[in-house]
DNA sequence: ACGTTCGGGACGGCCCGTTAGT
DNA sequence: ACTAACGGGCCGTCCCGAACGT
């Protein structure tokens, strides 16, 4: 009853802490260790296949001390979710540090979201959640939105620096590379588990990066 | 279980046959009618959000007649995916028909896959069913495969034409095209339920066919 | 979904059927069977303690079974209550043959009362979903209007003929009557399992008719 | 689980209290909030419906405060019941202060005990509690015994001093008024939640003691 | 003593895929 | 082609303890 009232339990517990966080700090790993274990379920089976007494087996516990962490599935697959953006800005973050051109900046981005999708496992279960569209969607940023923001960025500061002919839209070309990008990792994942991942993200900017640098401006 | 008996009654429907056509006729179109309202529900809902009550009460039947017609749920699936495959063969003999460049039949081929995406539920269907990746795949192709083969077709003839720079290899072209407009498909499902998928697909085309056509060679 | 769909399947198998009575015989007969042993358990338990499993395994099926008759437990409860409800006027139909005069028949009526709850496991089973006062009431009489427009029914008589004094209110006196029968059923369950209940109903008798009996019209 | 034991841990407080009456103070208002709470979630819903979580919510506590005071759910409904039943005989002691003549002091009781049906939420959870028939009666008094003992002795008190009528059997009339008084109760809780309570307590009076009441000692 | 946080364990409702018997 | 029934399993809830402060 009473839905909307929490996310989870894990708000009214932080909530009601007052500096006394020793024994918070056992919950909290406990929710980080659940929420861990269900990314690998989800990434590996998909929402429905997931059962919470599964991913309880895998985490070691019961469910119902699963269910004392999170109201229901759906808040699972929504904690997962969450987490899953959270990575597409740290990643941004970490290249901006790295002192590059504009274009170079971006082509290290898509590399790094080719290594994300092969080694993160909340990067693989958020992208599996959200390609099955479950229904109630929460009021979590729209599929893409995060992500395509970043690359249009990226992709702004490059046109503004010159190093990009103008030949095609900018939002056009952000467009493109979020469909070549989430495609190829699609496709990656379907016919070599990821193995290519990296060949094929490097084809992707062959194809749509290269073509449009300005001569003397490569890295 | 006992799975490689039959994929499903209709194949012995037609081993049966011996000149009664007649019940045959209509046990034919209740088949395809139970299919295309399976494929409505697959598009829209995705396999495990489908039951076969659903499915029966959609095609005006009762589940146990569903199951006449197909062993089980799986190979429902099965079923659409397999005519899912069917399109596109059909679409590029269409294509071919029409007499035109092979730079131009390229790009005629991925707008009627964008038309088809936009219309065809069950295209809409296949694509879901096959992101989904439920666990028995059958001996269907491969996801892609089937697409991947004619677009490389396509792509061959322009190489070999001379309508296309060689800058990017061929197959590395042929799948940067496949995975975009796999992700184009996609993107446009999720956000605009399929409406902007032309002018998406335009962008595509834009972004990955013009830059590498010899100039003097547009359609 | 779509709750107010059908109270339970029984509703479906009966609008389905175009004459072909003949399988919904045994179908209907293994609702009636299911219905009888859910009267008992709720008699025997109440609601909450009553598990679907419980009813099933009373009536020899799986709970499966129980759930293609009705569509899920306040169904059952429903059903029961339902049935509980036709007995009112069914006793007083019987009582009204009898050829009485309106005073004797209202006793009548109240002693038969008595053997109900002491016999009949619906009535047993009704009086205690009744008195449970689960949520959902669906669309049923509220609770004593049968029982008690059958009792204003017999009083009225009896006042019109001049049998009874009008010491009293008629409608009052209903209500009185209608208050200690129900107390009495209670108290008569609660202290001697029904056990006492005919002579506690003799004693509602004499305190309440026989003081407003008129001289003379004693049976 | 080792039943006897105790009844709950107030029992225990009680006997290690040597003194310290500061901390004792706080958890017996501590309780006694618990109780008070459960005894409005109890009139409300019923033993079933209510939950722990549910009362330390009203309460404003946690379930395991909760537990602290109570062993179970069941002492907590048995608490609430052993509340219930010394409200009786506090009504009865202060109707005996009012110096009313025997039959006018039952009737005031029964006044009161209408008042106390509409008011006192303790006697309103313990009515339902006691109606609902949990499985586990502990070792209270019988339901209706406390309040059947009162009734009898102003009854008796009534019989004696000649004010009544001996036209019905004392122990008869003590049952009927006992059973009417129940069902009024009853029927005026499902029938408009208590409103028409004191109408139709007076309609009991009227039916039931007013008959028998000789001339000339009405109040 | 009093209260909280975290977790265990059990199970009930319900649904759904599926199959005999017509 | 349908009716009736089976069997299995998942979600979610609830009661309750155990460890740990305060």
Request: charged share 25%; aromatic share 8%; glycine share 8%.
């Amino acid at each position: 009853m009473d839905e909307a009232e929490e996310r989870d339990r894990s708000a009214r517990v932080v909530v009601n802490s007052r500096g006394k966080g020793l024994k918070q700090e056992r919950a909290l790993r406990t929710r980080a260790h659940i929420l861990a274990e269900a990314a690998k379920a989800f990434a590996l089976h998909g929402f429905n296949a997931v059962t919470i007494q599964g991913v309880a087996d895998l985490a070691g516990m019961t469910a119902g001390a699963v269910y004392f962490h999170f109201a229901n599935k759906q808040h699972l697959a929504y904690a997962v979710t969450e987490e899953f953006y959270t990575r597409w800005p740290a990643l941004a973050g970490e290249v901006a540090k790295l002192d590059l051109s504009p274009a170079d900046a971006l082509i290290e981005f898509l590399r790094r979201t080719a290594l994300a999708f092969q080694n993160d496992t909340v990067v693989q279960a958020g992208a599996r959640l959200q390609i099955e569209r479950l229904d109630a969607q929460f009021d979590l940023p729209a599929p893409f939105d995060v992500y395509g923001r970043l690359l249009s960025d990226f992709v702004g500061r490059a046109y503004d620096s010159g190093e990009f002919d103008t030949g095609i839209g900018q939002a056009s070309l952000v467009r493109v590379l979020l469909s070549a990008m989430f495609g190829t990792q699609h496709i990656s994942w379907v016919r070599s588990d990821r193995a290519d991942m990296r060949e094929r993200t490097e084809e992707v900017i062959q194809a749509l990066i290269d073509p449009i640098r300005r001569p003397g401006t490569a890295g």
